[in-house]
């Protein structure tokens, strides 16, 4: 091997080594890594909207005014660490006693395992598919 060749691949690497080590995490970010998919389903009850706000360290999705039966969903890649997070604040009327009923949850993050996260929004809390079937995972709180 020349020593044109061994200059070449150890400015490479080097090259390398600097990028990833001097990578800010807002630009690592933008780095295309595996695809997550989140579906949050409205399913508290007939005329009961409920508000959502979800957001991340780098993306804000807004607030968004669900209907009864309809979902709100968005794709994204995680970041290069894995330490993609992304939490959700949820906020409805109780139908009976109009109390205000709200809570923030985390619906994507490194030890939430699921690739498709898919959530139903219910009276008594926060349901997740899992294998086959629908898993209560967040209550919400006691006001």
């Known amino acids: 091997m ?75 890649s995680h970041n290069i660490w894995g330490s993609t997070l992304f939490w959700c604040s949820m906020e409805w009327t109780e139908p009976r006693t109009k109390r205000t009923v709200h809570g923030s949850f985390d619906v994507y993050s490194p030890t939430i395992v699921c690739g498709d996260c898919i959530y139903s929004v219910r009276q008594d809390g926060i349901w997740r598919l899992g294998y086959k079937a629908f898993k209560l995972v967040y209550k919400w709180p006691q006001n």
Request: net charge neutral; aromatic share 10%.
């Open 2 to 76: 020349s020593t044109f060749s061994i200059r070449i691949r150890t400015f490479l690497l080097v090259s390398l080594v600097l990028i990833v080590y001097n990578c800010a995490p807002a630009a690592c970010a933008n780095i295309q890594w595996a695809h997550n998919y989140v579906e949050i389903h409205n399913d508290l009850a007939h005329q009961t909207p409920l508000t959502l706000h979800c957001r991340s360290k780098d993306d804000d999705l807004g607030v968004h005014v669900i209907r009864y039966g309809d979902n709100q969903n968005w794709r994204f």
